[in-house]
């Protein structure tokens, strides 16, 4: 099951780059980059906290999307980095330092948690603005192949379930928000 999930993960991105390819998605590379950085934070983090496969899995599956929108974004994404990308990043790498000191990884998995839901924002606003410019299907597979990896959950842990929880439901709320506000904006164009 849990390889089933992990391939419904990586075809998530598949409408997600299909979209940015033709030019009607346009990633923001400095918020896709940081994704990227956390991903790879969960994943190593992950590990050392004893190897909560979920987790592993979840990150490992969404550093290879991320990393890919990442990539064919430098080219047809927009290339803005603010002050709030700069702060997310830092924080994220904050985790880490504080990780090596105290020689505990569920704190850099919490300043990961921190930051995705602070980097998450920018993408909130965008799609409740410019839902047309977003991919709702790409958010709606991953809400659903992180919930699976919690019903997956051999333990309860922190490392296990904290970022499958969270995946699931910042990803589900961006599917909510750019379905529901395409519907709108196609009712106020009519």
């Known amino acids: 099951m849990l390889v089933i999930i992990a391939i419904v ?33 969960i994943v190593v983090a992950a590990i050392a906290a004893g190897g909560a496969i979920n987790t592993v899995v979840l990150g490992a599956t969404y550093l290879v999307g991320s990393l890919s929108i990442l990539l064919v974004g430098i080219f047809k994404g927009t290339r803005k980095y603010t002050l709030f990308d700069g702060i997310c990043q830092t924080v994220a790498i904050l985790g880490v330092v504080l990780w090596q000191l105290t020689n505990n990884p569920n704190i850099a998995l919490l300043f990961v948690l921190i930051v995705d839901i602070s980097a998450v924002t920018p993408t909130v606003r965008h799609a409740y603005k410019y839902p047309h410019e977003e991919t709702w299907a790409t958010f709606a597979i ?8 919690v019903a997956l959950a051999t333990s309860f842990s922190f490392a296990s379930l904290a970022i499958p929880i969270e995946a699931t439901i910042v990803n589900a709320l961006l599917a909510g928000i750019i379905i529901s506000r395409q519907g709108k904006t196609k009712a106020l164009t009519k």
């Open 142 to 149: 991953a809400s659903v192949g992180a919930l699976g990896l």
């Open 9 to 41: 993960d990586l075809l998530a991105n598949y409408p997600y780059l299909r979209d940015v390819i033709k030019g009607k998605t346009k990633p923001n590379i400095a918020s896709w980059s940081t994704w990227t950085l956390i991903n790879i934070i």
